[in-house]
């Protein structure tokens, strides 16, 4: 062993005699001894005294905030927070934000909660929250702040997108839905479902929601309009109740571990009908995960807007306190290999959104309830009746195309989709 240690020994000093360059255990070390010092100087000379542990937590924000928006820490109670979130029962006021070109911005609002109520929208920027400016504010610092016990209130200064003028709005805190998943006939062979959010029930109300009317469906309308994502296996699994087989996504990072593959199996709760998806700038993460699937796969048409484009994988990695980090590990991609990191997916068939006023869905509503000859008392009735038959609208299904120019046209899309199957071109 004594030869050994002075063998190693002549060659070190051999090695830093050809070369002045540090070794690499010096490269490796050298940041920290930087950090000790600094530490050092803070605790020593600040103007008052400060904690070590409050001193490293803070270096360690620091550190995951540099590398994206979406890598972060969690405290006991941010960690604890982000559990019962997932499981679809928390008070907030609901909504996803992140932190985009330095801004505290919201990703999307869930449906029927207070943001959503307020009229907060995708693509906002919230300036201060309670007067506090939200420039210097970590996104768990903002969420924080912005959640509270039910009840209390919190004032928000937000800029809408497209407009120069803030507006404060005033938000009650309250329970935020448990239920991710809800739906709507329209007419007899038609469903429309909308998922608000991917948390553990997801997969479990899609196929509850579709099995009350699985014999009698002729089409399925799947809206992930301001979803703002969730778990990754709810989205998997619920791509998978579209698909029989073939690859949903897969995800690629430095480590083995991050590596992974999803494929569809073929299963009883399978559908097979006629889908269109819709999708917004608020369809993110997970929401992205099934439309990107479902469009690779050429098992649905996609009609709306451009999704909002987060492309990565977080890990949440518990430490020894009972807090954790999250950090990015992975990129995932859709069958065809796409990332649509900064990207988005884009639809099929883009529509913009157009806001129709009062005046226009009453017309609207008037067109879609238009007396036929069938409505006139005493017509004559026609025994041929299949091959004219219509989708006939309840009152709330009738509004609620009335509102939505592009829930109207997936609306007529996937009720034609079985004829342009069938069509031939030569």
Known sequence: MKINKWILTIFLLCSLAISPSKSTADKMYEPLKEFSQVLSIIEKNYVRKIDRKELIKGAIEGMLRNLDPHSLYLDKDAFKE??????????????????MNGRLTVVSPIEDTPA??????????????????????????????????????????????GSHV??????????????????????????YIRITNFNQNTTKELINAISKHKSSL?????????????????????????????????????????????????????VSCPLVVLINAGSASASEIVAGALQ???????????????????????????????????????????????????????VPFIVAKKDEQEKLMEKIMKVREKDLEKHLKNKNKEGNKKCRLNKKAKEMLAK???????????KIMPRLKSLTFN
């Open 404 to 414: 939505d120019n592009q829930l109207r046209i997936a609306f007529e899309l996937v």
């Open 296 to 350: 690779d796969q050429h098992r649905a048409l996609l009609v709306g807007e451009r999704s909002f484009g987060k492309g990565s994988v977080q890990t949440i990695i518990p430490l020894y306190d009972g807090s954790a980090i999250k950090l990015t590990t992975a990129k995932y991609y859709t069958p065809s290999g796409r990332s649509i990191q900064a990207e988005g997916i884009i639809p099929d068939i883009e």
């Open 116 to 161: 959503y109520k307020a009229g907060l929208k995708a693509g906002d920027i919230i300036i201060r929250i309670n007067d506090e400016p939200t420039d210097d504010l970590t996104l768990i610092e903002a969420v924080k702040k912005i959640r509270g016990p039910k009840g209390t209130k919190v004032r928000l200064t937000i800029l809408h997108k």
């Open 218 to 270: 002729k089409g399925i309308i799947l809206d992930l309009r301001n979803n703002p994502g969730g778990l990754l296996d709810q989205a998997v699994s619920v791509a998978d109740v579209f698909l029989q087989k073939g690859l949903i996504v897969y995800t690629k990072g430095r480590v083995p571990e991050s590596k992974m593959s999803f494929s569809a199996q073929k299963q009883k709760t399978d």
């Open 166 to 191: 803030p507006e404060e709005v005033t938000i009650v805190r309250d329970r935020i839905p448990v239920h991710s998943v809800k739906s709507q006939m329209l007419g007899k062979n038609y469903l």
């Open 82 to 99: 982000m559990q019962i979130e997932t499981s679809g029962e928390f008070t907030g006021i609901g909504i996803e934000i992140t932190i």
